[in-house]
């Protein structure tokens, strides 16, 4: 029985890691196929190790600018949203004005709405504009629906903050920037990061608004979504790895830092 009693006090413990273990099961598999060398143009079967693939992963036409390309989309789509979801979740936070109620509704919109929706509305707006489609269109599309993300998340932040702190500041005769700049900009960045990250992978990850208002511009999913029709090349693996380390590489930084400012506080 002493297993039976270690398995119910562990229960919670091994559920979280089994469930961990699958979600993190299609990122081991792409990792393995990275290494591999297939012999046909489909990178489905396991054939032979080999690291050509790590050693020139721009070997195929095209795919390295396509992945330029959409760094440059989230790293700008990133800048837009968090400037202007920040300045939109302080305001119906901090402010009370009319309309604040459907404002608050309207935000969570384009969470809830199919993202072909989205496509297509932004589509027909951009069409009847007469804007050309391409880099701008896809950028202007890529803000929007990251918006709502990064207002989610500072908002959750800010409404957790305590006022009594920025009080505290302007009773030492810190001015409105100073006291912003060195009191609530600080307890507010926690969020403000997390929106941030979270607009950087919706926008580099997403595919079916990008197909619809990219014209001829092709992003790396797009890419990605063309090679499976005629082959898959391992530098996709390649870079799908990369990426996933440069992730976990962030996450396990963030901890180190968290830590060490705890250990500093104590």
């Keep these: 029985m002493p297993f039976v009693t270690w398995l119910r006090r562990n229960l919670v413990v091994l559920a979280g890691l089994l469930t961990l273990a699958y979600l993190l099961l299609p990122n081991v598999v792409v ?15 396991w054939q ?25 989309i989230a790293f700008w789509a990133t800048l837009g949203a968090t400037a202007l979801g920040a300045m939109i979740a302080f305001a119906l936070v901090r402010y009370r004005f009319r309309a604040r109620g459907a404002v608050n509704s309207l935000i969570f919109l384009p969470m809830a709405m199919p ?17 050309q489609l391409g880099f701008w269109t896809i950028l202007i599309a890529h803000i929007m629906f990251c918006l709502s993300f990064v207002v989610t998340a500072v908002k959750a932040r800010v409404m957790s903050m305590d006022p009594r702190l920025e009080q505290a500041a302007q009773d030492l005769y810190a001015g409105p920037f100073q006291t912003f700049w ?8 926690p969020g403000i990061a997390a929106g941030a990250l979270l607009a950087f992978a919706l926008s580099f990850d997403d595919f079916i608004i990008t197909n619809f208002n990219a014209g001829s511009t092709v992003t790396f999913p797009m890419f990605v979504w063309g090679s499976a029709q005629r082959g898959t090349p391992v530098q996709i693996n390649v870079i799908g790895t990369a990426m996933f380390l440069v992730a976990v590489l962030l996450v396990l930084t963030s901890m180190a830092v968290g830590n060490r400012r705890d250990k500093q506080k104590a």
């Design 31 to 45: 990792t393995v196929f990275s290494f591999n060398k297939p012999k046909g143009r489909f990178n489905y079967a």
């Design 182 to 189: 060195r009191v609530t900009l600080p307890i507010a960045a």
């Design 48 to 72: 032979q190790f080999s690291t050509d693939a790590w050693r020139d992963p721009c070997g195929v036409a095209g795919m390295c600018g396509s992945l330029s390309l959409s760094l440059q």
């Design 115 to 131: 993202e072909v929706v989205m496509a297509a509305s932004l589509l027909t707006l951009f069409l009847n504009m007469g804007a």
